[in-house]
């Protein structure tokens, strides 16, 4: 009789003669649980020798998604493009946003397209293990492996989101500069973040079910409150007459700052008040919620590692 049978026949004996527990035949058999969670160096580990099988999953949803619609891909840039029409109307002309604010559709179609890189991140991080539940029942690998494959997949719609964005941005009188080069370092940092608030979303939406139900309100108001159809600084300091630290204040929202400092860098035109360069509040509260946000999102994911699946 093999080791592993001859466990199973103790266990069994045991387990009608209460002699001795499950546990200490499995520790004395040298067996273990078959999803049990790694440590977490080695969870990296196997994420990491898991990267093309991500990246393949992100590009083939990417592909399908649209496949049954007329005009396919360029959702992903009409969407935002036709959301951004609707607030222009509604915030630039009805309620007065864009007074004080050279070239408002610039301003306003960057605060669209970057916070929207970020809500729909998290909105289907939120999905991601909920919405998989067969194929993680049916195959062993980090549950991470998900909400990574459906941050990819927003990063690349973005790629095509800011090929129309830098276009635009440029028609409407914004010369290129070299601080055009920065671009890249804020969407990494935002990506680090996405990356992040997905993973806590991809496991408290495998708790939660209602929470899909909730997220569109929360995204709602946290659109609000970013900064997408004002300037944060001439309404606070400006308009209100309010003290600089509570602009600052409402800089430290991660959003907001991501898309101030985008602004800075393609509007030439953009000065709210503090200068042509973002104050140290947005620089360090970018770096900060990237750090923070991809740390803490990957740690968070991976105490639950077991449990993905499960009920």
Not at 9 to 32: T, V
Not at 130 to 138: F, Q
Request: glycine fraction near 8%; charged fraction near 15%; hydrophobic fraction near 45%.
């Amino acid at each position: 009789m093999s080791q592993p049978e001859s466990a199973v026949a103790d266990a069994q004996a045991g387990g009608r003669s209460g002699q001795e527990p499950l546990a200490k035949l499995a520790k004395r058999y040298g067996l273990r649980r078959a999803i049990a969670r790694p440590r977490f160096p080695v969870y990296l580990r196997q994420l990491w020798q898991r990267r093309h099988f991500i990246l393949t999953y992100a590009t083939s949803r990417n592909v399908s998604k649209y496949s049954s619609s007329a005009l396919g891909q360029l959702w992903q840039v009409l969407t935002p493009l036709l959301n951004a029409a609707i607030y222009y109307v509604m915030f630039g002309v009805v309620l007065g946003g864009r007074d004080g604010i050279d070239n408002y559709p610039a301003f306003l179609l960057t605060g669209m397209f970057i916070f929207t890189y970020t809500q729909r991140t998290v909105t289907a991080g939120a999905k991601s293990i909920s919405g998989n539940l067969s194929m993680i029942r049916a195959l062993h690998f980090p549950r991470a492996s998900l909400p990574l494959a459906y941050t990819i997949q927003e990063l690349q719609q973005l790629a095509i989101s800011m090929g129309v964005l830098l276009t635009i941005v440029w028609a409407t009188g914004e010369w290129p500069t070299w601080y055009w080069l920065m671009i890249p370092v804020v969407l990494l940092l935002q990506t680090m973040f996405n990356v992040g608030m997905g993973l806590v979303v991809a496991r408290l939406g495998a708790q939660m079910r209602d929470l899909n139900q909730l997220l569109p309100f929360i995204s709602r108001t946290w659109l609000y409150a970013s900064g997408v159809f004002f300037s944060i600084q001439n309404k606070v300091v400006g308009t209100a007459g309010l003290p600089q630290w509570v602009a600052d204040v409402m800089y430290l929202n991660p959003a907001a700052s991501y898309i101030e400092w985008m602004r800075e860098i393609l509007m030439g035109t953009h000065n709210p008040g503090y200068g042509h360069h973002p104050p140290a509040t947005v620089v360090l509260s970018c770096v900060f919620w990237a750090v923070f946000a991809l740390g803490f999102g990957f740690w968070y994911f991976w105490r639950s590692e077991e449990r993905y699946g499960r009920g």
